[in-house]
């Protein structure tokens, strides 16, 4: 379980103070898949950034499994817990090869050579990079470069996955791919996911939705409730789902159509 | 015809064990004036096409043709630099002056242009991307939201006054209201008379933009025409990895499904109309 107890976060001092967070309470539980969305600057990558200790809140206090980011003692096995894919995959590579990129993790963890080969083969397979394993991390596309990092994180056989945009650089099959990936890895691994997205189109595949605006979590729900009052959203820059949009067109025209929509393929069988 | 690439082929890393090839045998024409969506799945080479197109890749095979001169042969490619703007992949990345003005004004400055004119450039291209000088000018780039600094960053090309300007994955990673922002601002400036080249692996957005889409697929150019005729490839494009716009989709299931509607347009309110036409005949 991770939970943010009251947290607050504020970047510079003083005058300068922006605050980033703004007394955050929220617990994501074991096994679950939820979808953080909220528009640029509203706090979702700040809040990534507390879920494994990488910022410590300025105010109130973040719990993993018992472990508090505070404590300096406890954090090295909180980052074990909770692995990390950010936005921009650049930043994350840093071997020479894509296999050792993925080895850097584990061999950390002093494992076996033998189990390392193993979960760099694994990992690359659920990624479906197998094929790239020798291939240098700087010739790779955008989209590629990203399932690596992924990769990397898996290795560590985290028990929470934190993914923080990780799909707005792939492709529409590379992020597909990527959130059936990371669906799989939650109903098969029991690994718990949060991503942290804007795009609303993602939600469909969550079991819990939470809004972010101006650092306070605005939403906390399933998709289709979160996505009733859809006036909210586009009025804090929250895009809606495009067969959500479609719908709601044909139901000003006159259709009867249900308001729970979220993706074509509901849209088509409400159709017929 | 603006720009002409002729049987243009790349490869990475040439004669080594990692030898990769690109692009093979391209043969792509720019008319001026034209806004064109290149979309290909992550890999297909589109970072590579429009390298050369600003010649910051040479190509290992064929000729780029700019304005009836070869690029490498009738003209420098120094000289090509200025006339195609290329936007990075998250340009904002790049900006590191104090000042907005400052930052714009960088490219125009390096070009040994009088202050007067840099100035003049700084408050032009401030104005095409939307952006009131008076407003922005002294702030911190930092300061600025996800779509606001994309849009200095694509200011700042525009300042070194290109023919043609490329924007690799403009809007990926911006929200709602910046993409929106940013799409209407490169739409504006193609209206205006700028040629324009999107690249994009998600067309849902930009689909309504664009006159002409190109596809890449494994470094080839597979389809190429105006956007309603390429995305009613719906099949062929899903095999490639790359999506349909929402509604062509939903179009086209229904169609699949017995309803009779047509593909015709892209746009939200056509595919409504038609929607609303067909589920009216049943």
Redesign the interface.
């Given at each position: 379980m991770i939970q943010l107890n009251n947290v607050s976060f504020h970047y510079g001092k003083d005058k300068e103070k922006i605050t980033a967070l703004n007394n955050i309470d929220l617990t994501i539980n074991e096994g679950e898949f939820a979808v953080i969305l909220g528009?640029?600057?509203s706090g979702k990558s700040t809040l990534a950034r507390h879920m494994n200790g990488l910022l410590i809140p300025s105010q109130g206090e973040v719990v993993v499994d018992g472990l508090s980011t505070r404590d300096q003692d406890a954090l090295w096995q909180v980052r074990q817990k909770v692995g990390m894919v950010f936005?921009?995959p650049d930043n994350q590579i840093i071997a020479t090869s894509v296999e050792e990129d993925i080895a850097f993790g584990p061999e950390n963890l002093g494992l076996d050579p033998k189990e390392i080969r193993k979960r760099i083969d694994e990992t690359l397979k659920i990624v479906g990079m197998e094929n790239y394993a020798r291939?240098?991390p700087h010739?790779?596309?955008?989209?590629?470069k990203q399932r690596v990092a992924i990769a990397g994180a898996l290795a560590m056989r985290p028990k929470y996955l934190v993914v923080d945009?990780a799909t707005?650089?792939?492709?529409?099959?590379?992020s597909s791919s990527m959130l059936s990936t990371l669906k799989q890895l939650n109903k098969n691994y029991g690994i718990t996911v949060v991503n942290i997205t804007?795009i609303s189109d993602e939600v469909a595949l969550a079991d819990r939705v939470l809004v972010l605006s101006e650092g306070r979590i605005i939403k906390d729900g399933p998709p289709r409730e979160v996505f009733s009052d859809l006036d909210e959203l586009?009025a804090i820059?929250?895009?809606v789902p495009?067969?959500r949009?479609?719908a709601e067109?044909?139901i000003a025209?006159g259709?009867k159509l249900p308001r729970a929509i979220l993706t074509?393929?509901e849209?088509?069988n409400a159709?017929? | 015809m603006l720009i002409e690439m002729m049987n243009v082929s790349f490869t990475y890393m040439p004669n080594t064990s990692l030898e990769q090839l690109a692009l093979q045998s391209i043969n792509l024409g720019i008319d001026e004036g034209e806004f064109i969506g290149l979309i290909g799945p992550t890999g297909s080479g589109k970072s590579t096409l429009v390298q050369l197109l600003s010649t910051l890749l040479i190509p290992t095979e064929g000729k780029i043709i700019f304005e009836g001169q070869e690029i490498g042969k009738d003209i420098d490619p120094r000289i090509i630099r200025k006339e195609v703007g290329l936007v990075f992949q998250f340009p904002e990345s790049q900006l590191f002056a104090e000042t907005v003005a400052d930052d714009v004004a960088f490219g125009p400055r390096n070009l040994g242009l009088s202050e007067e004119e840099v100035d003049l450039r700084v408050r032009d291209s401030l104005g095409s991307v939307g952006l009131a000088y008076e407003r922005y000018a002294d702030r911190s780039p930092f300061s600025l939201s996800g779509g606001e600094k994309r849009l200095v960053a694509i200011a700042g090309i525009l300042a070194m006054k290109p023919h043609v300007l490329i924007l690799d994955e403009p809007i990926t990673g911006l929200d709602y209201w910046g993409r929106t922002r940013v799409l209407r601002c490169i739409d504006e400036l193609n209206r205006n008379g700028m040629t324009v080249i999107i690249v994009a692996h998600d067309m849902d957005e930009i689909a309504e933009y664009v006159d002409r889409v190109a596809v890449l697929s494994e470094g080839q150019i597979v389809l190429d025409g105006r956007p309603k005729d390429v995305f009613s490839q719906i099949d062929y494009l899903k095999d490639i990895g790359l999506d349909v716009p929402k509604t062509v989709e939903l179009l086209m299931k229904l169609r699949d499904r017995g309803f009779n509607v047509t593909v015709e347009s892209l746009g939200m309110q056509p595919a409504i109309s038609a929607i609303l036409a067909a589920v009216k005949e049943k």
């Amino acid at each position: 379980m991770i939970q943010l107890n009251n947290v607050s976060f504020h970047y510079g001092k003083d005058k300068e103070k922006i605050t980033a967070l703004n007394n955050i309470d929220l617990t994501i539980n074991e096994g679950e898949f939820a979808v953080i969305l909220g528009p640029n600057g509203s706090g979702k990558s700040t809040l990534a950034r507390h879920m494994n200790g990488l910022l410590i809140p300025s105010q109130g206090e973040v719990v993993v499994d018992g472990l508090s980011t505070r404590d300096q003692d406890a954090l090295w096995q909180v980052r074990q817990k909770v692995g990390m894919v950010f936005q921009n995959p650049d930043n994350q590579i840093i071997a020479t090869s894509v296999e050792e990129d993925i080895a850097f993790g584990p061999e950390n963890l002093g494992l076996d050579p033998k189990e390392i080969r193993k979960r760099i083969d694994e990992t690359l397979k659920i990624v479906g990079m197998e094929n790239y394993a020798r291939h240098e991390p700087h010739m790779l596309s955008g989209g590629q470069k990203q399932r690596v990092a992924i990769a990397g994180a898996l290795a560590m056989r985290p028990k929470y996955l934190v993914v923080d945009e990780a799909t707005s650089m792939l492709d529409p099959e590379g992020s597909s791919s990527m959130l059936s990936t990371l669906k799989q890895l939650n109903k098969n691994y029991g690994i718990t996911v949060v991503n942290i997205t804007h795009i609303s189109d993602e939600v469909a595949l969550a079991d819990r939705v939470l809004v972010l605006s101006e650092g306070r979590i605005i939403k906390d729900g399933p998709p289709r409730e979160v996505f009733s009052d859809l006036d909210e959203l586009k009025a804090i820059g929250v895009g809606v789902p495009k067969a959500r949009l479609i719908a709601e067109e044909l139901i000003a025209v006159g259709l009867k159509l249900p308001r729970a929509i979220l993706t074509i393929d509901e849209l088509v069988n409400a159709l017929c | 015809m603006l720009i002409e690439m002729m049987n243009v082929s790349f490869t990475y890393m040439p004669n080594t064990s990692l030898e990769q090839l690109a692009l093979q045998s391209i043969n792509l024409g720019i008319d001026e004036g034209e806004f064109i969506g290149l979309i290909g799945p992550t890999g297909s080479g589109k970072s590579t096409l429009v390298q050369l197109l600003s010649t910051l890749l040479i190509p290992t095979e064929g000729k780029i043709i700019f304005e009836g001169q070869e690029i490498g042969k009738d003209i420098d490619p120094r000289i090509i630099r200025k006339e195609v703007g290329l936007v990075f992949q998250f340009p904002e990345s790049q900006l590191f002056a104090e000042t907005v003005a400052d930052d714009v004004a960088f490219g125009p400055r390096n070009l040994g242009l009088s202050e007067e004119e840099v100035d003049l450039r700084v408050r032009d291209s401030l104005g095409s991307v939307g952006l009131a000088y008076e407003r922005y000018a002294d702030r911190s780039p930092f300061s600025l939201s996800g779509g606001e600094k994309r849009l200095v960053a694509i200011a700042g090309i525009l300042a070194m006054k290109p023919h043609v300007l490329i924007l690799d994955e403009p809007i990926t990673g911006l929200d709602y209201w910046g993409r929106t922002r940013v799409l209407r601002c490169i739409d504006e400036l193609n209206r205006n008379g700028m040629t324009v080249i999107i690249v994009a692996h998600d067309m849902d957005e930009i689909a309504e933009y664009v006159d002409r889409v190109a596809v890449l697929s494994e470094g080839q150019i597979v389809l190429d025409g105006r956007p309603k005729d390429v995305f009613s490839q719906i099949d062929y494009l899903k095999d490639i990895g790359l999506d349909v716009p929402k509604t062509v989709e939903l179009l086209m299931k229904l169609r699949d499904r017995g309803f009779n509607v047509t593909v015709e347009s892209l746009g939200m309110q056509p595919a409504i109309s038609a929607i609303l036409a067909a589920v009216k005949e049943k």
